[in-house]
């Protein structure tokens, strides 16, 4: 901690700095005098470091790299500043002074002798041994390590370099599975094109009483700090002395165990959220082959104080960001508009208009009849966009029914249900021969059974009247 406090004041001391030379550039820019303007930059602040641990014992204490890692946050936070200035943006502000509870890690930017992990152990220069609880082995590289303090422990977080073809699984030419899309919504998190919800429990909600109860007590507390401290400096006022400011009282027992309490609660709500997004992504990661998902802001909903607490609860984009990083290349965005249509909420799967209200869960569309459920229909709006296609699970007959504009007459009848168009990978990874690609039968098992052992000897079936060569680009569209 006290070495936290000691980056904590170098972090401030450095953004002092940084705002005093901004001050003086802009007073002999208004000047208009031929003064040089000249700003500080990383290198510079390398240098006052040294001079910052002359004068600060226990920043002297600290390990170097540690202290260089204080200015390149600081340098990057200005970096982002500056980026967010060149996009035009208003609302954005330069790195300023924080308070010492915001400030709550420190980095060693190379792992190796400063800091390593070994038997369990965490060894930090400067610091020591730390017990650790070893849970996840580290793959690749490691390149740094961080320890965060985070919901009333200390964390160690390590950063490891990776091929990408060791983290994200890719698919084969050959995979049979189906694509899927994805709609989410606050009702059912995610509905996908083939009928298929995901739902996991809404965490703030079922433990929103415990948390009610528990932070009611934390403001009394504080309210009741806030008290003593008015009678303490009320009193030093009466014998002419000067009273501590009201952040520099210690926190009482009672106090920190409450706020311990409340942290406790928050923390676990998180877990149950993380748990099951991963489980989501894991199991979709699993079911499908490739996945578009609808891209939207989820900003205002946060907005809208109706649907904030909710949206929250949902955490829709840490769901999204989730499956990106399972699916990486399988993963596609998808708009949430049709051109010269509407948006997919707000239509039909035939172009005709089908307004809805949020709180309207059905789907029924005046024009072609197609009755479903509001996100089902969604989820296969977004199918056509990105596959050309709809699922068989949307009823067959609406499958039929599909149109574009003109085409219907052409395309009816062709195959535009996902389950009998195949079209080929925008990408693959390791592509095989033809000879040794899996005996399928449009995608129903094959009557060998296994299909493993002896792929290389089995002769090839001809391929689906509708499927394309894998080297050729899919368009979205159903070829033919
Ligand atoms: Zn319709």
Redesign the pocket.
């Given at each position: 901690m006290t070495r936290l406090r000691a980056c904590w004041r170098l972090r401030n001391g450095l953004v002092r700095d940084r705002e005093n030379n901004r001050r003086e550039n802009k007073a002999i820019r208004q000047q208009g005098t031929e003064a040089k303007v000249r700003y500080l930059t990383r290198a510079d602040q390398y240098k006052a470091i040294s001079e910052y641990a002359r004068r600060d014992t226990g920043l002297s204490l600290v390990h170097s790299q540690v202290r260089q890692n204080v200015a390149v946050r600081v340098d990057e936070g200005y970096k982002r500043f500056f980026d967010a200035l060149k996009k035009g943006q208003t609302d954005v502000h330069p790195p300023k002074c924080i308070e010492l509870k915001r400030y709550r890690s420190l980095t060693y930017p190379q792992y190796g002798s400063a800091a390593h992990i070994g038997n369990s152990k965490l060894y930090l220069s400067g610091l020591g041994e730390f017990k650790l609880y070893d849970h996840r082995r580290i793959k690749g590289k490691p390149k740094t390590v961080t320890v965060k303090f985070k919901q009333g422990r200390w964390h160690c977080i390590v950063t490891a370099e990776i091929q990408e073809k060791d983290v994200i699984t890719r698919v084969r030419c050959d995979d049979d599975r189906l694509d899927a899309c994805i709609d989410t919504g606050l009702d059912k998190l995610m509905t996908d094109s083939h009928g298929e919800e995901y739902d996991p429990p809404k965490a703030w909600y079922d433990h929103r009483k415990q948390l009610r109860k528990a932070q009611k007590k934390l403001s009394r507390q504080f309210e009741a700090r806030q008290k003593k401290h008015e009678a303490m400096v009320a009193e030093a006022r009466a014998s002419g002395r000067k009273a501590p400011a009201l952040k520099d009282m210690p926190y009482s027992n009672r106090l920190r165990r409450q706020i311990r309490k409340v942290a406790t609660i928050h923390t676990k709500i998180e877990r149950i959220r993380d748990y099951h997004h991963k489980k989501n992504a894991d199991v979709i990661a699993d079911r499908y082959r490739r996945l578009a998902v609808e891209e939207h802001s989820v900003k205002f909903m946060i907005r809208n104080r109706r649907l904030a607490k909710v949206a929250s609860d949902r955490a829709i984009h840490k769901q999204k960001l989730l499956l990106q990083s399972k699916l990486g290349k399988r993963y596609i965005a998808a708009p949430n508009i049709r051109e010269e249509i509407g948006g997919n909420s707000q239509t039909?799967?035939?172009g005709?208009p089908?307004p809805k209200e949020l709180k309207d869960r059905m789907h029924v569309?005046p024009?072609?009849?197609?009755v479903g459920k509001r996100d089902h229909v969604s989820a296969n709006i977004i199918s056509i966009i990105i596959f050309g296609c709809v699922s068989l699970s949307l009823a067959p007959e609406a499958g039929q029914?599909f149109v574009r504009r003109g085409e219907d007459e052409a395309r009816r009848g062709e195959g535009l249900l996902c389950e009998s168009v195949r079209p080929a990978l925008e990408f693959s990874g390791k592509r095989r021969s033809p000879v040794r690609k899996r005996n399928t039968a449009g995608g129903e098992p094959t009557t060998g059974g296994d299909t493993r052992v002896h792929d290389r000897v089995r002769p090839v079936l001809p391929r689906e009247p509708q499927a394309v060569h894998h080297e050729e680009v899919h368009h979205g569209r159903a070829p033919g």
């Open positions: 039909c799967t035939c005709a089908a569309c024009v072609c009849g197609l029914a």
